[in-house]
T-cell receptor, first 116, second 115 residues
Framework: GAVVSQHPSWVICKSGTSVKIECRSL??????MFWYRQFPKQSLMLMAT?????????EQGVEKDKFLINHASLTLSTLTVTSAHPEDSSFYIC????????????FGNGTRLTVT | AQSVAQPEDQVNVAEGNPLTVKCTYS??????LFWYVQYPNRGLQFLLK??????LVKGSYGFEAEFNKSQTSFHLKKPSALVSDSALYFC?????????????FGTGTRLQVFP
């Protein structure tokens, strides 16, 4: 079964509003979570690395004030897209690691965000 | 700079035929290598990984991959393709860790298996 749960799977919002996406590790403690963005027919772009109890590390070119990341517990990280605009429409995917040594990163099923 | 290359945007193969999806990487040191598969509007599913040891790695759904250090390649293979294998495949590398570090992804290869 799924070890990383991402919610919602899809969301439609109006321009100017904020949207929160949750990423949960279901049966393990994820010390690190990663947020990716995927454009149509393109690869995954790492947005930020989320570490429990500390500030997220953002990749170059990603606006930290627009994409707020909170990793308040070892099982939950959230990505909030603030003041969303149509160009923020994309597929957002989280991943989590740190389960056991032999286990690679596990990915959520992604969230399709559409900003109208 | 560290990078992963998947030279083919799309691979077409007839059902029952062998398939190969190519991947080369440019990473210093001894990287950890992965293959993931993505179905439409879904996240990524782990297929297999290479950490150390035998160069031929076997993974889920009958897939395998061969690590070639001299050619810095990690091609994904399957002896007999199924229509249900049609999906988007990503090669990825992690420079330092296989369970806690970020992954560097290739651009993806769309596999289309025809009946």
């Amino acid at each position: 079964g799924a070890v990383v749960s991402q919610h919602p799977s899809w969301v439609i919002c109006k321009s100017g509003t904020s949207v929160k996406i949750e990423c949960r590790s279901l049966d393990f403690q994820a010390t690190t979570m990663f947020w990716y963005r995927q454009f149509p027919k393109q690869s995954l772009m790492l947005m930020a690395t989320s570490n429990e109890g500390s500030k997220a590390t953002y990749e170059q070119g990603v606006e930290k004030d627009k994409f707020l990341i909170n990793h308040a517990s070892l099982t939950l990280s959230t990505l909030t897209v603030t003041s969303a605009h149509p160009e923020d429409s994309s597929f957002y995917i989280c991943s989590a690691g740190g389960r056991v040594e032999s286990s690679p990163l596990h990915f959520g099923n992604g969230t399709r965000l559409t900003v109208t | 700079a560290q990078s992963v290359a998947q030279p083919e945007d799309q691979v077409n193969v007839a059902e029952g035929n062998p398939l190969t999806v190519k991947c080369t990487y440019s990473v210093s040191g001894n990287p950890y290598l992965f293959w993931y598969v993505q179905y439409p509007n879904r996240g990524l599913q782990f297929l297999l990984k290479y950490i150390t040891g035998d160069n031929l790695v076997k993974g889920s759904y009958g897939f395998e991959a061969e690590f070639n250090k001299s050619q810095t390649s990690f091609h994904l293979k399957k002896p007999s393709a199924l229509v249900s294998d049609s999906a988007l495949y990503f090669c990825a590398v992690s420079p330092r860790s296989y369970n806690t570090d970020k992954l560097i992804f290739g651009t993806g290869t769309r596999l289309q298996v025809f009946p």
